[in-house]
Structure formats: C-alpha cells, structure tokens
C-alpha cells in the first residue's frame, strides 16, 4: 500500500474537480464541465488547444448536431463561442426560445475513449452531460490525470458497499425497525437500509427497492407516486412484521435532483419524463440497479417477494444473486399532476400499472 492515489480515488477526486469547475486530464485532453466552468478557466482552456465539445447523443439529436461517435458528439467550438453560448448547448433550458445554435459542425474520426469518459464522469457528478474538450501536449502542474480506458472501467464497476452503522428506529409504520448505512468503496452516495421486524434470511422476505425522491418522499409532491409508494411498503412491512425497504440515494432516476429540477422545468414546456431526460442528455433511467442487490446480498437476504412496478428491477435482481419469489404490485390512487406521468412510465418505461 502507498500513500499514492489509487484509480478508484483518482475517479472520485475527478468526479469532485468537476462539480467544482476545476479540469481533470484525461488521456491526452483536458475536460471541463461546462456546468461549473468559470469564464476565465474558458479563456484559459482556450489558448491551449482546438477546444470542442462532447455531447451525448440524446443532446445533440435535440440540438440537430450531427452524431458520428454512436453514443456521443464531438461539436467544434464557433470562432466567437463564449460560455453563454456553451451553456445554451449544455442545458435546454432556453432551447424553446432560441433553437437555433448552429451551423453545428460535427467533429468524425479518430479516438473518443476520452469524451465517453469525460461525459461519464460529469454524470456521476450529477452535472449536465456536456464536456469541455482540448487536446493537449502537455498538462498544467496539479490537475487530477487519469486514463480514458481505466477511467470507464472504474466508473462501469459495482460499487462494494460497506456497512457503516446500524440503529433501532421506531417508526410510524414499525416499531421494531432498524435503520443501517451503507457506503460504498468509490466516494459515491450513501444507501440505507430499514429493516422492519427480524427476517429470516432463508425464507423470501417481502422487500422495496425504493429510488430517493425529496419532492415525493419529503415535501409530498402530487407529481409522482413516489411519497405514496414508500408510505404503502413500509406500512405493508408493518403490517406482515417484517421486510426490508433499501432506500437508494438515487435521485430522479440517478441523475440528481438539480437535474430532476431542470426535468420538470421542461416538462412544465410540454415535454413528458422521458422527452425531458433525452434533452437532458441523458437516459430515461441512470440508476444503477446493482446497488441494491449489494445491499440485499450483504444482509444476507438472497431470495425476495418484491414490491413493485418495474419489471426491470425484477430482472436486475434476479441477474445479480437475488430470486424474486414473487412481484408484489404497488399501485397508489391517481390524481391530476401525476396520471400523465404514470401512463408514460406504463407506455414508455414498461411499468405495470
Ligand atoms: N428524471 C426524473 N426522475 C423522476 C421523475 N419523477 C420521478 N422521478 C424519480 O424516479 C424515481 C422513482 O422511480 P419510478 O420509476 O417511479 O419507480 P421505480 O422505482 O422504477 O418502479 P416502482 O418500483 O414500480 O416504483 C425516483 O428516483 C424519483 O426521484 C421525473 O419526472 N424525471
Ligand atoms: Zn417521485
């Protein structure tokens, strides 16, 4: 063991650089957020190199930018590009009001090893999906370097979680419960853990994977059925006496909740879930459903009667150590904010409600 940062903590230290508008290396290209870029890095950045921008494919099919990298863009940077004009390609906010940005004009060929990593890493910074880029020869004194190729690898694996701390909590719905705290191996969020009841770890236990939703869980919102839906498992555990409700720090589907935010703006513009996340520049769904076999795995549960909707948590489990004995459904009343967003996840998603 050295003193020397290993991959795993040179990513989270890059993961940190850009939420605070520093550039990391990568490969031979400097990548900054545009999100949290500062004017004066922009400048910086600029003198050094030919700077382009890397897009998802999602954002630059909205933008009409052509795509010749599959899953990402490379857009050249317009002579008298400033960071206005970078922020209007990253955030859709303004795309209603101004759509046009172009002529856009597609960077093709050669390697895009570190765009992908470079796109990867502002996701699992919850920051916009768009990258500054500028190829360099040789890389100012301090910054966080890594390879492209090690990079994705790292930020692709399954997080190991660690048990942290565990107490007995009383709750409404249970006073036999007990909450424990599990941190994962790469300086990613914190996952949680209520358990309700003692379980037996041979038998299938009735169990809730349930993604963090402050506007649902916290503050009530009438817009998703989410507040309802953890209400109605933990109330259901209480009932039975027992089950096991992982509570995923997962925010808007995993693309955090300043990201949610600017996905209900658009859909307060016309767009449904879905339309709002691809304009984003992300995917429908971003969660890493690993996590919460992990968890599972690590209490020592290995068969489930799960509660819920989406089939592909069910799949997921089952692909990763968990049997699903049994789908419990978790269907909560409708009301007019939410009935549209509950048929699309049915139409779009493949949720069964
Ligand atoms: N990006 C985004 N996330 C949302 C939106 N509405 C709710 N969420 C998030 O969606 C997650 C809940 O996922 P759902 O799809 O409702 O449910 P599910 O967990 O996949 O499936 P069930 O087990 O059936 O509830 C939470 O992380 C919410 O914060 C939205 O409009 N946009
Ligand atoms: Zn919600």
């Known amino acids: 063991m050295s003193l020397i940062p290993t991959l795993i903590e040179t990513v989270s230290r890059a993961r940190t650089d850009l ?8 490969g031979g290209y ?36 052509r795509v010749y990298d599959g899953d990402l863009a490379r857009i050249a940077l317009p002579p008298d590009a400033d960071l206005a004009w970078l922020r209007s390609m990253a955030d859709p906010a303004g795309d209603l009001m101004t759509p046009m940005k172009g002529p856009l004009n597609s960077l093709r060929g050669g390697d895009v090893a570190a765009h992908r990593a470079a796109i990867a ?34 930020l692709a694996r399954e997080s190991i979680m660690a048990p942290v701390a565990a107490a007995r909590l009383p709750l409404l719905a249970a006073e036999n419960s007990k909450l424990h705290i599990f941190r994962p191996d790469d300086g990613e969020a914190e996952h949680y853990a209520v358990e309700i009841g003692a379980p037996s ?31 109605a498992a933990l109330g259901a555990m209480g009932q039975a006496g027992e089950g096991v409700l992982i509570y995923l720090n997962q925010e808007g589907r995993g693309i955090g909740l300043a990201n949610k935010m600017r996905a209900y703006a658009l859909q307060a513009q016309g767009f449904d879930t879905v339309e709002a996340n691809h304009r984003l520049g992300f995917e429908d769904d971003e969660r890493d459903f690993r996590i919460g076999a992990g968890i599972l795995r690590r209490m020592g549960f290995s068969k489930v009667r799960l509660m819920t909707n989406n089939p592909r948590k069910v799949s997921m489990l089952e692909g990763h150590c968990i049997a699903v004995t049994e789908r419990v459904p978790l269907i909560t009343p409708r009301n007019r904010h939410n009935t549209g967003y509950l048929d699309v996840k049915a139409e779009k998603s493949g949720h069964l409600l």
């Open 30 to 65: 400097l990548a900054a957020a545009i999100e949290t870029l500062s004017p004066d890095r922009l400048a910086l950045m600029r003198q050094l190199g030919a700077a382009h921008l890397a897009l998802t494919s999602w954002r630059a099919g909205t933008l009409k930018a």
């Open 121 to 154: 890493l502002a996701k699992s910074a919850e920051l916009l999906p768009a990258v500054l880029m500028v190829p360099v020869d040789s890389v100012p004194e301090g910054l966080t370097r890594l390879e492209p190729g090690p990079a994705l690898e790292q």
């Open 201 to 231: 770890r041979d038998k299938p236990v009735l169990a809730r994977l349930h993604s963090a939703c402050f506007t649902g869980d916290v503050l009530g919102s009438l817009k998703c059925d989410c507040g309802p839906q953890l209400h």
């Open 19 to 26: 939420r605070i508008g520093l550039p990391v290396v990568l």
